[in-house]
């Protein structure tokens, strides 16, 4: 009988043993970080969604009858008709770079992806310029005799934003159309070839099914951007949710009807996202490149290769020539100098912002994919999913969903000092730079974390392995074995964040420190006062500085497999 109870003590002690050893492997530091991350990421959302719950102000019942069907209306329309547009403009010039030769193939390959350097609110600025009375455009119509009078040429309206927003935003669908179809294998092709099919209906009746995924997740990530966009709307004078999510803030000073304008928001963008997915089913996509050959490009005559030349010269020059060339003009006539104090302070408040958000975002994005690669049960990849989640909620949102836990937070604060210590301190989080960099990399973590994960990918679970077979601790593994080899991912995704960081205008809007300016926001104030000459320089220097990773880009679009 005695024995009895000891090995049933025995077997309770094995049991708890076992259970203590499960526990510390899936709790322990690399899980708590990957936790918190998936947590903090998702602050805004569980803060907009908490206010709800207290019911919506006056001032909403007000904006719902009034312009909220304005607002939704037009959001959809320019939805629809950018990724209408941005689906011919990149999946045409896609093809035909990928799959026929024709005068400057090589120079196209990578040029049409320089207006992704140009944000659209500059476009937009430049375009009003050009289209203006006293603009380029309407002077060569009068010299030449044509009666043109001021609204002759009218863009500002919401028809203006779709097109200016298509041809900025059409190399998302290119870059990724473009590398399906040069690394998809030829046989394809000749498949179409062998049955006596064209190059149009190959195109259309075999290469563009097969190009699905690729299209519709470049046509996903142009309309995240534009839901966010908020300057080219603001500035062309159309109302849409994210401009109305400014006016309840900052114009009526109603936080209730600004969150509630965000969930509008969100709800259009998980809508478009859940039809996606619905839409695709179950179906799937596979790519056999087992002994795949090179792509065969098509040699049409030389007609049809100045006219594929004139199609491919038509989106470079709407969406980067023209206004990189208005701006220079602008910046020409202007008084602005580039060794100025004010704009050299306005070039380090934006450089070293970004330099900072872009560290900071890599390491977060480096630490939660190894703590993934450590610990790969289905919770872990959940979270790392969960955790690229910001990208696809706007600006605006992010911003609203941060601010308002951080002023809860820095105001509970103050009371408590004023209460224990009898005196009070400035605001810590809210308002700081401390403040806009954490929204930052709730918004594009997501840029830094897919460039390192695929670097991550190409490397082997070996070394993890026989690392801890050597008793080696994970941390000096990644020091020692996976930095070095995934190096290249790393640069690349801090370049990408550097520049995302660098343009974007509505989350720094609204969570900049007073009197803080940067590249973007000063560029968009003064282009608002009239002031378009003066912001041509620091529009040119945002431009200059994404110019360098879209060459990145193009050249790793560009390497074979």
């Known amino acids: 009988m005695r024995m009895e109870v000891i090995d049933k003590k025995k077997q309770i002690s094995n049991i708890k043993r076992g259970l203590y050893w499960r526990l510390f492997r899936v709790v322990n530091p690399w899980t708590i970080f990957a936790f918190l991350c998936a947590i903090l990421i998702a602050t805004p959302l569980i803060s907009i969604f908490y206010y709800l719950m207290g019911g919506p102000s006056d001032t909403w019942h007000h904006l719902a009858d009034t312009v909220l069907a304005e607002y ?33 193939r090589k120079f196209f390959e990578w040029a049409l992806i320089l207006p992704l350097a140009v944000p659209t609110y500059i476009v937009a600025i430049a375009y009003a310029g050009i289209f203006d009375y006293t603009g380029p455009l309407q002077q ?8 043109i009078g001021p609204g002759f040429f009218e863009i500002v309206n919401i028809q203006g934003v779709m097109v200016i927003m298509s041809f900025v935003l059409y190399p998302y669908v290119y870059v990724l159309a473009r590398a399906w179809f040069a690394n998809q294998s030829s046989s394809l092709l000749e498949a179409g070839r062998m049955l006596g099919s064209n190059p149009t209906r190959t195109f259309l009746t075999l290469a563009l099914p097969v190009a699905r995924p690729a299209i519709v997740a470049g046509l996903t990530l142009v309309i995240m951007e534009v839901l966010n966009d908020y300057g080219a709307v603001k500035y062309f004078g159309v109302n849409t949710l994210t401009t109305g999510i400014f006016r309840s803030w900052f114009s009526l000073g109603d936080i209730s009807a600004a969150i509630y304008m965000c969930a509008v928001l969100m709800a259009v963008v998980f809508l478009i996202l859940g039809l996606e997915k619905w839409q695709r089913g179950k179906a799937k996509y596979d790519e056999n490149r087992s002994g795949s050959k090179p792509l065969q490009r098509y040699n049409p005559s030389k007609g049809r290769k100045i006219l ?6 038509i989106p470079l020059l709407i969406g980067f020539i023209l206004p990189v060339l208005q701006l220079i003009n602008w910046w020409w006539v202007s008084d602005t100098s580039i060794v100025d104090p004010s704009f050299t302070k306005l070039v380090s408040n934006s450089f070293v912002l970004a330099a900072i958000t872009s560290v900071l975002g890599v390491s977060v994005a480096l630490l939660l994919i190894y703590s993934i690669k450590l610990y790969p049960f289905w919770l872990m990849r959940i979270l790392g999913k969960f955790s690229t989640l910001g990208y696809s909620i706007p600006g605006a949102v992010i911003a609203v969903g941060i601010m308002i836990p951080l002023l809860y937070f820095d105001n509970a604060l103050v009371n408590y000092l004023e209460a224990h210590w009898g005196n009070g301190m400035g605001l810590i989080l809210s308002g700081t730079l401390l403040g806009l960099v954490f929204a930052y990399i709730v918004r594009f973590l997501a840029v830094g974390y897919y460039p390192v994960e695929a670097s991550f990918r190409k490397t082997s679970d070996y070394f993890l392995g026989a690392s801890r077979v050597l008793g080696v601790p994970p941390g000096k593994t990644l020091r020692k074995i996976y930095l070095p080899l995934i190096k290249t991912g790393i640069f690349s995704g801090a370049l990408l964040l550097f520049v995302d960081v660098l343009k974007e205008l509505p989350l720094t809007l609204i969570m900049r420190p007073f009197n803080f300016n940067t590249l973007a926001t000063r560029a968009f104030e003064l ?22 990773p879209i060459i990145l880009l193009s050249k790793l679009v560009s390497r074979k497999n």
């Open 72 to 104: 939704i209306l037009n959001s959809l329309i320019l939805v629809i008709g950018v990724s209408v547009f941005t689906f011919i403009i990149g999946v045409s010039t896609a093809w035909l770079v990928s799959t026929n030769t024709f005068y400057g």
């Open 308 to 313: 594929i030349t004139l199609w491919c010269f």
């Open 527 to 548: 282009a608002s006062d009239e002031m378009v000459t003066e912001a041509a320089a620091p529009a040119l220097v945002i431009i200059l500085t994404g110019i360098v």
């Open 140 to 147: 060569l119509g009068r010299w030449v005799g044509l009666d």
